[in-house]
């Protein structure tokens, strides 16, 4: 997306990120499923003490696990039927350090390197979600500290079993970008709108294969972080974007799939995130080699964190994805890539017909075809398996305007066929222009605040 994309990062910044695999929960579990709580000071406790000398916990007290490495609560979990479940831990981290512990289920590790962020003080809670498999009847569910720091003060577990149809996905999370474009505070657009979920971008090579906003912010303890605690402390979740039109891409500067499979984990780690989006533009696009590393590292990404989901997101044309698109998808079958959401960017077109509305169905219909014949997918599901990122207003083209009519369009298209994802660029943009106002921060046509976010928003899937 050019005309918003032209300003990201050029100044590199190492930051290492220490953590290996963590599957995560992607889904906000259903009403149907049941969930049982086991608080943590009822739990096992070794190398740590119960307390209640900070605001917010649930039950009695909460855990402060002793600063060293192998301090754990240990809970004893019983599940109806063996199956799979989410646990959820709820966690404080009042310092600025990531206290990363392992999750065994049964005496056997299923995750390790869980992140533990800062929450910005010790009174804020925020949960962190692993999907994991139980036995019929009781199971032992420890997480351990892996650092001389030890672990979070842990409020308690909450258990989920897999059953029932899942409920909110992350289906419709618009873009917002903090780098500039003037960006709203994410939790006032959440309460201006109802939206719960945001696509951060963009996540950038500094220069080597080393992920950082922008190429240049720090990955974790900045405003960056203090934004997604936000957003999750509200209640919300967050995608976080590799790649835009502009900058270096780590696509690009991590010369080997398993290289750029490291880098993305870094992010997944960082934040625990249940999902990752592609935004392939520019030469990591048109280079054939790239598009494979691409494909190949998220194939990686899915095995190593099971649950995550993974969106891949393009330009087209108003007929559907060009030569480099069509191939992007039929090497991701030819991987064996189970791609979440191969979602376009029906704008920019260098020419169309009709409205823009009607170009993004047309364009969406030919991204199905697409995806239908790579897979051999029926047409219901080869819908489920697509996207849409529009762009909301004046575009880059002087032919093109997305009007709110447009997005109506859009919706109603997305809600016939259950697509995978709608989504737009972006958030920053979502209100008329004022005195000095640029395209980066404004739609540029006449629209009450969030107008497009609320038609997006009415979305389930």
């Excluded at 009607?358 to 991204?367: E, I, Q, T, W």
């Excluded at 629209?447 to 009415?458: N, P």
């Amino acid at each position: 997306m050019r005309l918003n994309r032209l300003r990201v990062g050029l100044t590199a910044l190492a930051v290492g990120v220490g953590a290996t695999l963590t599957p995560l929960a992607l889904q906000v579990p259903s009403a149907e499923a049941a969930t049982t709580v086991y608080q943590a000071e009822s739990a096992t406790v070794s190398q740590g003490v119960v307390e209640s000398n900070h605001a917010g916990y649930t039950g009695t007290g909460f855990v402060n696990y002793d600063n060293a490495s192998g301090s754990y609560v240990q809970w004893t979990v019983n599940a109806a039927a063996a199956g799979t479940a989410t646990l959820t831990v709820r966690f404080a981290n009042g310092t600025t350090t990531n206290r990363p512990m392992t999750i065994a289920v049964n005496g056997t590790t299923a995750a390790s390197g869980v992140a533990f962020n800062g929450t910005g003080n010790w009174d804020t809670w925020q949960d962190v979600n692993v999907n994991v498999t139980l036995n019929a009847g009781a199971n032992t569910v420890r997480a351990t500290a892996t650092t001389a720091n030890g672990g979070p003060n842990v409020d308690k577990l909450t258990v989920t079993d897999g059953g029932g149809s899942s409920g909110p996905s992350m289906a419709v999370a618009p873009y917002e970008y903090f780098g500039w474009g003037n960006p709203q505070s994410p939790t006032s657009v959440m309460s201006a709108t109802g939206i719960k979920f945001f696509t951060l971008a963009f996540m950038l090579s500094d220069g080597g294969c080393n992920p950082l906003w922008d190429g240049s912010r720090p990955l974790t303890g900045g405003d960056d972080q203090a934004k997604i605690n936000a957003i999750r402390g509200a209640g919300g979740d967050v995608i976080v974007s590799f790649g835009g039109w502009s900058g270096n891409k780590l696509g690009e500067k991590c010369t080997s799939a398993s290289a750029l499979a490291g880098a993305y984990q870094k992010v997944i780690n960082a934040y625990n995130l249940k999902a990752i989006d592609i935004d392939i533009e520019a030469t990591e696009f048109s280079n054939a080699t790239v598009r494979q590393r691409v494909i190949s590292a998220l194939k990686t990404v899915k095995a190593n964190n099971p649950g995550i989901k993974t969106f891949i997101t393009f330009g087209t044309t108003p007929t559907g994805p060009d030569s480099a698109g069509i191939d992007l998808i039929n090497k991701g079958a030819a991987t064996g890539l189970d791609n979440d959401g191969w979602t376009i960017m029906p704008f920019d077109f260098g020419g169309h017909t009709g409205t823009m509305g009607a170009a993004s169905v047309s364009a969406a219909d030919g991204l199905k075809n697409a995806v239908k014949s790579a897979y051999g997918y029926s047409d219901a599901v080869a819908y489920t398996k697509i996207g849409i990122s529009s762009m909301n207003g004046k575009t880059d083209e002087s032919d093109e305007t997305v009007t709110i009519a447009d997005f109506q369009t859009i919706l109603s298209y997305a809600q016939q066929h259950h697509l995978a994802r709608l989504t737009f660029w972006s958030i920053n943009r979502d209100r008329a222009c004022g005195s000095g106002s640029d395209a980066d921060s404004c739609s540029g046509v006449s629209q009450a605040a969030y107008a497009y976010t609320k038609i997006l928003v009415q979305y389930t899937g």
